[in-house]
């Protein structure tokens, strides 16, 4: 079983700026690289504890023990097969990395990752080159003044009983909707610690903390 070790899976989106995303990793993450994703390895300075792909998109395929090989016609992206790995190995808390930012068919199915393991009750984060994303909903959640902004949007139906405060558009008992996402760009306010709470359903928070 994993313990308390986080597994890092890292995909083949595009990374610029790879000291904002070196400071995510941990010297004890478990790292699986998913296909492309292998072209990251050096930027990262992260060694991989395992490999998944098909390798369609990746000239060299790797070989060796760590190497799970897929076949390319599947339902599971080579993303979603790390994660659902990653769960079977007994990892509670996980951050994706070149997940987003590329094609945007890949970048909406990996944010549903967020999605599925927020139900799971495992705690994620995605990030990227300009921000950080997570799924609330049990539990409260503190956004820190360093970012610029921070939304907060519908992915999986309405959101009820919305709390937002020490923001510059507070909310109370809101409610979110798929069809109207009016909770982009907020901010914190100054010396401030935000807080969302999130009575019903779930919620994709966004912090923003520069327009790449």
């Known amino acids: 079983m ?11 989106a595009p ?7 070196r400071d995510v ?3 004890d993450d478990f790292c699986i690289y998913c296909d492309c994703g292998l072209r990251h390895r050096e ?18 395929a790797p070989s060796g023990a760590n190497v799970i090989t897929l076949p390319r016609e599947k339902d599971d992206t080579d993303t979603v097969y790390a994660v659902k790995e990653a769960l079977r190995r007994g990892f509670d808390e996980f951050v994706l990395l070149g997940a987003a930012g590329g094609r945007l068919d890949h970048t909406l199915a990996n944010v549903s990752l967020l999605v599925m393991l927020d139900r799971l009750g495992k705690k994620a984060v995605l990030v990227d080159d300009c921000s950080d994303m997570r799924v609330i909903s049990r539990e409260e959640a503190s956004i ?17 009983h919305v709390t937002i405060e020490n923001a510059k558009f507070p909310l109370r008992d809101a409610e979110i909707h798929c069809d109207y996402q009016y909770g982009v760009s907020n901010e914190v306010l100054p010396g401030k610690t935000a807080r969302v709470r999130v009575g019903e359903g779930q919620l994709l928070l966004m912090r923003i903390f520069s327009e790449a």
């Open 144 to 160: 820190a003044d360093t970012c610029r902004f921070f939304s907060l949007l519908t992915v999986n139906g309405p959101a009820r």
């Open 43 to 60: 930027g990262l300075s992260a060694a991989p504890d395992l490999i998944v792909g098909d390798f369609d998109s990746f000239t060299a």
């Open 15 to 21: 990374i610029k700026d790879y000291s904002r995303i």
């Open 2 to 12: 994993a313990g308390t070790r986080r597994c890092v899976i890292i995909g083949g």
């Open 25 to 27: 990793l941990r010297e």
